[in-house]
């Protein structure tokens, strides 16, 4: 069976870990070759290790352009070109309250997700210009869809990468690059370690805990032939979260306001 992406190079930023390391497992799975581009040294170097020829990696932190220019170097030189730039490393916001925030992490926030996408986005399409095209996505979440209180750098920095992505699809169509994201919501990683029973009892339409295989699947189609007439897009990969409350948190809110009411 041919591989959905025979022939392709990829770099995944944050690919060590996570929805990163499923999308690099899959990717390799498909055909690509890969450049896991991550700042966990020991966990990128076994992952690559693991995967074989097909991958390497190249310790980067994506808040250096240059380092991120190295991750892209790397991928010509390992693997002779690069079709596919995954920009996923991403890291949360204080849970604090707005009123209380410090903005202490507010610069690597924005550094990691914002700054980190744009740059990758940048490295990444000045090689596919010159070569005709290839494909970005970049990791937002539904946090850069939806509104609400907490952790409000992190929505930002995630509604930022949404407004950039749009952006570059418009001003990057012009050279055969699509450049489109994901938004993913509540998938059991490092980044989300809360309980989700109450998530997915009232919080989410589809009652199915979403996997990092889920994601690793969208990211897969957005990188592949498939989605060669589909740029500037934003596709949640969130149960139908951002779609609206499902009705059991309709009827639980209706029960407090009886209550409120008595
Ligand atoms: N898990 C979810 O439900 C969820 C939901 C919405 C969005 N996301 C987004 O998905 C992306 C991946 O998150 P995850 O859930 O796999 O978490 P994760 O913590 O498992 O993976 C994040 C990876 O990014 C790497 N990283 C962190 N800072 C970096 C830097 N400066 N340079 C390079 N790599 C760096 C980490 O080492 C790690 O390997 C993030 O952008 C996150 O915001 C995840």
């Known amino acids: 069976m041919p591989g959905e992406l025979d022939g392709k190079v990829a770099v995944v930023t ?3 870990s996570g929805l990163g390391q499923a999308t690099v497992e899959l990717f390799v799975k498909e055909g690509a070759c890969v450049v896991i581009a991550d700042v966990d040294v020991d966990a990128g170097e076994e992952l690559a290790r693991s995967l074989g020829d097909a991958a390497a990696f190249k310790r980067t932190d994506v808040t250096d352009a240059d380092e991120i220019q ?3 170097d790397s991928a010509l030189e390992h693997f002779g070109g690069l079709h596919v730039m995954f920009n996923n490393a991403g890291v949360g916001s204080a849970l604090t309250t707005f009123l209380d925030d ?3 992490d507010f610069e690597r926030v924005m550094g990691v997700n914002v700054f980190g996408v744009m740059v990758g986005s940048q490295r990444a399409a000045r090689h596919m210009r010159a070569n005709g095209g290839g494909s970005i996505i970049n990791n937002s979440s539904i946090g850069g869809i939806t ?10 920095s995630k509604a930022a990468v949404i407004h950039f992505t749009k952006s570059i699809a418009a001003d990057l169509g012009r050279f055969g690059i699509r450049v489109n994201c994901i938004a993913p919501a509540h998938i059991a990683t490092d980044i989300t370690r809360y309980d989700q029973g109450p998530v ?4 989410q339409p589809l009652r199915r805990q979403g996997q990092p295989e889920d994601v690793a699947n969208a990211v897969l189609y957005l990188a592949s032939d498939r989605a060669a ?4 897009v934003v596709l949640p990969v969130d149960g139908a979260t951002t779609a609206g ?7 639980a809110f209706a029960a407090a306001m009886k209550d409120t009411e008595e």
Do not use: C, E, H
Request: no cysteine.
């Open 70 to 72: 190295g991750a892209v």
């Open 147 to 156: 509104a609400g209180a907490g952790v409000v750098t992190y929505r930002a």
């Open 200 to 203: 997915l009892k009232y919080m």
């Open 14 to 16: 944050g690919g060590a």
């Open 245 to 251: 409350p499902p009705p059991n948190q309709l009827k």
């Open 229 to 232: 007439q589909v740029s500037g």
């Open 102 to 104: 410090d903005f202490s």
